[in-house]
């Protein structure tokens, strides 16, 4: 289910992402009276076709999802043309327009993708999107301010600027650390009143290091505790087999009292194909279960599972819903596209400049992943991946890189500063170099991909 669930997300997001951003070059190619004789979604082999009444423009979705793209007409395709048709001439060329709206017509899909993530952004900031608020259990390498164990701290600032969810303080984190800056400041409040304020010496060699940057530069969140109360029973488990329900409440394991998550999964981890004596209480009555840890193994390690998982109720406490009205959503939703924009930039020189680990770029088999993950938690979520993916994209194609829209620019640029062309000859070696580089990072990112999967 999680598949099918994953390869529906991606095909929706793939969709609608590169839809939109063919849309852009569409869009001003017709606002500039260039005649667009296919656009298509996808690559390869076409599924579908469809050219409306006195237009040009053939509309198909085509076999591979990766991509799409805006076919404009070229002066060196006029002779195998319909030449009665009026829209079939020079004028209407898309070569054959100034280099300035050519430039535009292309920079249109990039911008297209950065005008749809704020889109996205205003959705979830008015429907409002839920987050753990950033509570610590310890900081690390400062023992002179180590957080009380006893005590719940919260961040709610990083440099500067507010931290409701665990997001906010992740990004914050690595603007700052993209930068360059040596520290991070971060303000911190216990029940609701702001108590400190802490430096948090910044290693520039974070970025090269796998994991949450967050864990890797220090800060270690706190983990919700559980009781031992039930919330979901796995069919044909372990527990499932001993007639645990959701709704039971583990009191005792072999005559030992419990009362905390934490200590049923200590007990039961270290308990594989063992019998254990459980006291539960099932709707105000106690009863009497034998359960028996089947065998998982966990990297090199073999340990108990049972198949439950614990009551959701105590992460209320944990959880926020960050909310805005229109005006202020529109506002928030300018600014945060602009900083993932300048952040993805930034990232991806660091990855290039060797500054930060290959293992942070994703493939689509991740993008299916989070995809699946993101839909089947409601379409809050699933808008705020869409709007991230949409930088993504946007960023991607404006890289300097030939074969991509950023690597026309970059030829466009160049003509208008030496008042002619690039030669044709420069041009497809530029491409060929492209193809080269987008090749690798295709092969990177796969690679990362199947890392992943296979030693999850």
């Known amino acids: 289910m999680e598949i099918i669930q994953s390869i529906i997300g991606f095909f929706i997001a793939i969709g609608i992402l590169v839809t939109f951003h063919e849309f852009g070059h569409f869009y001003v190619a017709r606002l500039f009276n260039v005649t667009v004789l296919n656009f298509s979604v996808g690559f390869g082999k076409n599924l579908y076709t469809k050219k409306f009444k006195d237009s040009e ?9 990766l991509g799409g793209y805006v076919k404009m007409l070229e002066s060196q395709e006029l002779e195998n043309l319909d030449k009665s048709n009026p829209n079939i001439s020079e004028k209407f060329c898309f070569d054959k327009q100034s280099v300035y709206k050519r430039f535009l017509i292309v920079a249109a899909g990039p911008i297209f993708n950065l005008i749809l993530a704020v889109l996205f952004f205003i959705i979830v900031h008015l429907s409002g999107i839920t987050g753990l608020k950033p509570f610590v259990e310890n900081i690390n390498g400062l023992p002179e301010q180590v957080i009380s164990q006893s005590e719940k701290y919260e961040i709610i600032s990083v440099n500067g600027h507010k931290t409701q969810r665990w997001q906010d303080v992740r990004v914050e984190t690595l603007n700052s650390i993209v930068k360059g800056d040596k520290v991070l400041n971060l303000t911190l409040s216990r029940g609701g009143e702001e108590t400190s304020s802490i430096k948090l010496p910044i290693d520039q060699s974070v970025l090269k290091m796998k994991g949450d940057v967050i864990k890797n530069i220090g800060i270690i969140p706190m983990r919700p505790e559980f009781d031992s109360t039930l919330g979901f029973v796995e069919d044909n488990s372990s527990a499932s087999l001993a007639g645990l329900m959701p709704g039971d409440k583990i009191i005792k394991i072999n005559g ?15 308990n594989p194909n063992n019998i254990l004596q459980l006291e539960v209480v099932r709707m105000d009555t106690l009863i009497n279960l034998i359960l028996v840890p089947s065998e998982k193994v966990v990297g090199e390690k073999i340990i108990g599972y049972a198949g439950i998982s614990p009551s959701r109720e105590a ?34 020189f660091k990855l290039f400049s060797g500054q930060a680990n290959m293992s942070n770029i994703s493939g689509p088999l991740s993008i299916a992943e989070f995809s699946g993950k993101s839909l089947s938690m409601g379409y809050v979520y699933f808008a ?55 090749v690798g990072i295709m092969l990177v990112a796969f690679y990362n991909d199947f890392l992943r999967i296979f030693s999850g």
Not at 328 to 335: A, L, P, R, V
Not at 396 to 419: K, S
């Open 57 to 65: 423009t053939e509309y198909s979705i085509a076999a591979i999802p």
């Open 256 to 270: 030992e009292a419990i009362s905390l998550w934490s200590e049923y999964v200590e007990i039961v981890q270290n």
């Open 315 to 348: 992460l209320d406490n944990y959880r926020v819903t960050v909310k805005y009205p229109l005006l202020e959503s529109i506002t928030k939703s300018f600014d945060l596209t602009i900083n993932y924009t300048v952040l993805t930039f930034k990232m991806i």
């Open 384 to 438: 705020y991946l869409l709007a991230v993916l949409s930088i993504s994209l946007g960023v991607l194609n404006l890289l300097p890189i030939p074969v991509l829209d950023g690597g026309h620019l970059v030829y466009y640029t160049i003509e208008m500063l030496i008042g002619k062309p690039v030669s044709i000859k420069y041009q497809l070696i530029g491409q060929q170099l492209g193809l080269l580089i987008l």
